[in-house]
């Protein structure tokens, strides 16, 4: 069955230094997988996806993620963290074929000042 | 463009009453996927739908139901109540495979 993993349930990081969350996929076929972000009391705001290409994928707010297909990870990464850049974020990938969005459950990143 | 809208956006609901959830797609989209998301957890798929019909369906029961009207807005039914249906429900719109815009959430609680 098509899932994610995300090991970590909090990451902390001081202000300007890079960040990583982690994500791991277990997937049949090719994989389709996602970032989101959701801020305090929002819904889910889309960050960047991976469907096929570069391994290395741009997203907004200067994210990207790395596509690894022999470790089987799609981490999430920032050269300088900001303080804006707190909230809870989302791995996610797609059913097979379908639009379903399965998540993970979510790491809390926490830049300090 | 006003994106994904949802109404309301609180909701206190009483156990065993039924409640009723309504999402505003994003302009152009044409489908609507529902999704659970319980207090800390990650959001759990419920149903889809497209050009009116159910197109797909998570491991939800049939107390909850949908509907999706010609200009492809759409609602999700809850019957029966039960404390555990409490969470924050998410919207979300997309248009051929692209990827889904979510809206801010209806925050259910059921008392």
């Known amino acids: 069955a098509q899932s994610v993993a995300q090991p970590e349930d909090q990451v902390n990081v001081a202000e300007g230094n890079p960040l990583t969350v982690k994500c791991t996929y277990s997937?049949?076929?090719?994989?389709?997988l996602f970032w989101y972000v959701q801020y305090p009391n929002r819904g889910l705001q889309f960050l960047l996806k991976?469907?096929?290409?570069?391994?290395l994928v741009k997203g907004s707010y200067d994210f990207e993620a790395e596509f690894n297909k022999s470790q089987t990870s799609f981490h999430l990464k920032k050269p300088s963290a900001l303080v804006s850049d707190s909230a809870l974020y989302f791995c996610?990938?797609?059913?097979?074929?379908?639009?379903?969005?399965?998540f993970g459950t979510g790491t809390r990143l926490q830049v300090f000042p | 463009d006003a994106g994904v809208t949802q109404s309301p956006t609180h909701l206190i609901k009483t156990r065993g009453q039924q409640v009723t959830l309504r999402c505003s797609p994003k302009?152009?989209?044409?489908?609507v996927s529902w999704y659970q998301q319980a207090l800390g957890q990650g959001p759990q798929f419920i149903f889809q739908?497209?050009?009116?019909?159910?197109?797909q369906r998570g491991n939800f029961p049939d107390r909850f139901s949908g509907h999706q009207f010609p200009n492809y807005s759409s609602e999700l039914n809850v019957n029966a109540l039960l404390l555990g249906d409490s969470a924050l429900y998410l919207c979300?719109?997309?248009?051929?495979?692209?990827?889904?815009?979510f809206g801010q959430g209806t925050r259910l609680t059921v008392v």
């Open positions: 979300a719109s997309s248009l051929d495979d692209t990827e889904a815009f």
């Open positions: 997937v049949s076929g090719n994989p389709y």
């Open positions: 991976y469907i096929t290409g570069d391994n």
């Open positions: 996610a990938v797609v059913y097979y074929n379908t639009d379903k969005l399965i």
């Open positions: 302009s152009g989209h044409d489908t």
């Open positions: 739908y497209y050009e009116e019909e159910e197109r």
